[in-house]
T-cell receptor, first 111, second 118 residues
Framework: ETGVTQSPTHLIKTRGQQVTLRCSSQ?????VSWYQQALGQGPQFIFQ???????GRGNFPPRFSGLQFPNYSSELNVNALELDDSALYLC??????????FGPGTRLTVL | AQKVTQAQTEISVVEKEDVTLDCVYE???????LFWYKQPPSGELVFLIR??????QNEISGRYSWNFQKSTSSFNFTITASQVVDSAVYFC???????????????FGQGTILTVHP
């Protein structure tokens, strides 16, 4: 059974640029959630996708957007990057039992 | 609104000591799940345990044990005979609005940094 994978591992961008982060869910999981973890903080919920539809959103501006594909993989897009967007971005997949399995994360640095 | 508080920012112990990580949660929902995750330096969150709000039975799994008390809204985690490999950041988390097509979002505490010295 393949676990949750994320790409890229690390990314460096400059202010104002756009970025796309990718996540492949664990086999059999149809729900993907994205979290932002700033240094020294707990992860913060960005949004969740269930069967290709957004199924809940945290307190993040519209420049954070996402997609889920028919194979349940997902993308997180961030436009107009700001310095405060520098963080570890975690993707988690889950099935009906609410147990969320996390990927290794993408560390984004905005200069 | 949900809230999870981990009052201990950092804990430092010597190998073989027992250590307890505290977690207090707030929610108005009667149905919820509580979790503990471990985050080693690599960054990946590793699932340790899940408890639902109707199951207050405490559990021991190897060197790990959990104490869930609804009366005090606490879900504490104990590592017995700690080892250097236990060094990590530990997060307590809460999900409400679970079930059906809405699996809910995890609300995390701030984390407790555990350092186990040889």
């Amino acid at each position: 059974e393949t676990g949750v994978t994320q790409s890229p591992t690390h990314l460096i961008k400059t202010r104002g640029q756009q970025v796309t982060l990718r996540c492949s869910s664990q086999s059999g999981h149809n729900t993907v959630s994205w979290y932002q973890q700033a240094l020294g903080q707990g992860p913060q919920f960005i949004f969740q996708y269930y069967r290709e539809e957004e199924n809940g959103r945290g307190n993040f501006p519209p420049r954070f957007s996402g997609l889920q594909f028919p194979n349940y993989s997902s993308e997180l897009n961030v436009n107009a990057l700001e310095l405060d967007d520098s963080a570890l971005y975690l993707c988690a997949s889950s099935a009906r039992d609410n147990e969320q399995f996390f990927g290794p994360g993408t560390r984004l640095t905005v200069l | 609104a949900q809230k999870v508080t981990q009052a201990q920012t950092e804990i430092s112990v010597v190998e073989k000591e027992d250590v307890t990580l505290d977690c207090v949660y707030e929610t108005r929902d009667t149905t919820y799940y509580l979790f503990w995750y471990k985050q080693p330096p690599s960054g990946e969150l590793v699932f340790l345990i899940r408890r639902n709000s109707f199951d207050e039975q405490n559990e021991i799994s190897g060197r790990y044990s959990w104490n869930f008390q609804k009366s005090t809204s606490s879900f504490n985690f104990t590592i017995t005979a700690s080892q250097v490999v236990d060094s990590a950041v530990y997060f307590c988390a809460l999900i409400t609005n679970a079930g059906g097509t809405s699996y809910g979002k995890l609300t995390f505490g701030q984390g407790t940094i555990l350092t186990v010295h040889p």
